[in-house]
């Protein structure tokens, strides 16, 4: 493991043991966690970026979602190989996450101010007042108003913005090493999102936390991560830096993505788009998954996989168009 | 023929409440809206949860009761129009819903969905005549003709949604009012919708309607675009105007919020402080003053009135002409 890296997944693979077959949710999936950076994983529904995150933090169990394959490395150790008791105490603590419905992710029933301290008491062991006054700290960090009295109410007395700025509160409580962001801003309307991602940017430039950014968004990406991930039907088709991913895409479909966004002031009269649906996990395509939605696919893209051809400086793309810019 | 299709006077609708401080009250989801839509052009609505750009979509197609105010269809008073007057109006004026998934009956096949508004408004007579209507609908839509035995739930999201537009094309409006009908959609998927949708409105010379809280979409397909917040407009000019030079101060705030999906332009944003304030305590005075950094004593008491920046631009602000500049 390089030390620069704080997390590495290597050929991670999460399948879905359904009734009605397996659904390969995340298929062989390699990236690299820079520490202090933040990586964007892009994608559209069903592509495999929140499964992702779920194997990270070892929440698939009680699913029917099991990691078969693959290895996530984090401070040299194999976070795959240990115990359910080890890694809920690397989930929170050094390792944690904030989701996209501030809503259903906050327990409706206790009021705020103790869903803080829970985690702090847990993973620092300290007592009940201790962690109360250490959360009370923390949610004024977030920029919270009124902080005693909000401690103490509900998650449906908050807004919207109030609530997820209460989960980042719970996400830091423990300082932890790196937070995973599953559409943190998704659910909320663009100027309480512009709070939000400039809170996150400050606080992350305080502390150093790495970040793994997940969202189909990618004004947000181009605006919040240093390097990005571009995921479709369960694999990585690219990666790069920010700057590569957006001024030099190499893949059709990262392509496709960026020429479908309505970008102000383009004054386009039609957007390009890309055809046809993302394919059904349960009747993947064989080859590049790609190959039928794509203008450049030929026969080799319907028969075989392309490789990851790796242009260095991390940029790699997963696509047999890149095979001759490696020839000669 | 008349030029303003649709005209839409100081509409109001408020809801009653009660609430622990102020009793019997109101929710104030429209607060006196005003304007015009020209014959074929398109008005783009936008604005933040809560802001009343739904509650305007509902109360013009008379989906919920006006309290106050009037609307204008095609030189007809529409107002206080009811069901069975409204049926005749809805040949007109026609609506596409944000949720794919939740405005198609599930039990209904598409051709029955589609269908529906044929047989409702008695526009044809045999079942052939129904049959080859429903057909050439979905091929309209981007669809086929084998998907009419279909159900919704075989459909995908932005399948469904072209649904749901072959069934407002059916009676062939003049209006079509779109609520956010492409949020619920993936970015790829998205484009196809407005594609279809430009498509559409050139084809039939529509006039669209169209309602969503995102500032790219709107600027990508209306001609006019106004910006609500708090149940009324603060700001409305045409596209380029309004993009180019935003006048209010909100209109800037929520411009500048928007991620560009460019990294060299990482640039410092206006972040509004606090939250939209709640539709029943609405502040006195210019409602926005509480978050707004130029607010002077005169915006804490008194409305603003309608400024006039150019012919296409208006803007409710007591500083707008200095900011104009």
Known sequence: MEDKNILEVKNLCTYFFTDRGVVKAVDGLDFDLEEGSVLGIVGESGSGKSVTSLAIMDLLRGTTGKVVEGEIWFQGRNLVELSEEERRMIRGKDISMIFQEPMTSLNPTIKVGEQVAEVIRLHQGASKQEAMERTIEILKETGLPRVESMAKEYPFQLSGGQRQRVMIAMALACRPKILIADEPTTALDVTIQAQILELMKELQKKSGTSIIFITHSLGVVAEMCDKVLVMYCSKAVETGDVNTIFLEPKHPYTQGLLASIPKIGSQADRLDSIPGNVPNPKHMPSGCKFAPRCAFADERCGQEEPPFFDYGNGHKCRCWLCEKDFKG | ?325
Request: overall charge neutral.
């Open chain 2, 1 to 325: 023929m008349n030029d303003i299709l649709l005209q839409v006077k100081d509409l109001k609708q408020y809801y009653p409440v009660t609430t622990k401080e102020q009793g019997k009250t109101f929710v104030r989801a429209l607060d006196g809206v005003t304007f015009d839509v020209k014959r074929g052009e398109t008005l783009g609505i936008v604005g933040e949860s809560g802001c009343g750009k739904s509650t305007m979509g509902l109360t013009i197609c008379k989906l919920i009761e006006p309290t106050d105010g009037q609307i204008v269809l095609d030189g007809e008073d529409i107002t206080k129009y009811g069901r069975k007057q409204m049926r005749e109006i809805r040949k007109k004026i026609q609506m596409v819903f944000q949720d794919p998934y939740a405005s198609l009956n599930p039990r209904m096949s598409v051709y029955d969905i589609v269908a529906e508004p044929l047989v409702i408004h008695k526009l044809f007579q045999s079942k052939e005549d129904i049959d080859a209507r429903v057909i050439e609908l979905l091929r309209q839509v981007g669809l086929d003709a084998y998907h009419a035995k279909r159900y919704p739930h075989e459909f995908s999201g932005g399948q469904r949604q072209r649904i749901g537009i072959a069934r407002a094309l059916a009676v062939e409006p003049q209006v079509i009012i779109a609520d956010e009908p492409v949020s619920a959609l993936d970015v790829s998927i998205q484009s196809q919708v407005l594609n279809l949708m430009c498509d559409l409105r050139e084809q039939y010379g529509l006039t669209y309607l169209f309602i969503s809280h995102d500032l790219s979409v709107v600027e990508h397909i209306s001609d006019t675009v106004g910006v609500m917040y708090l149940g009324s407009f603060v700001e409305m000019a045409d596209k380029k105007s309004l993009y180019d030079n935003p006048v209010h101060p909100y209109t800037q705030a929520l411009l500048s919020a928007v991620p560009k999906p460019d990294p060299r332009e990482r640039k410092e944003k206006i972040i509004l402080s606090g939250n939209i304030p709640s539709p029943v305590n609405v502040p006195k005075g210019c409602k926005f003053h509480p978050r707004c950094k130029y607010c002077t004593d005169i915006c804490k008491e008194a409305v603003p009135e309608r400024t006039q920046i150019s012919d296409s631009h208006y803007v409710y602000c007591h500083r707008a002409k200095e900011f104009a500049k």
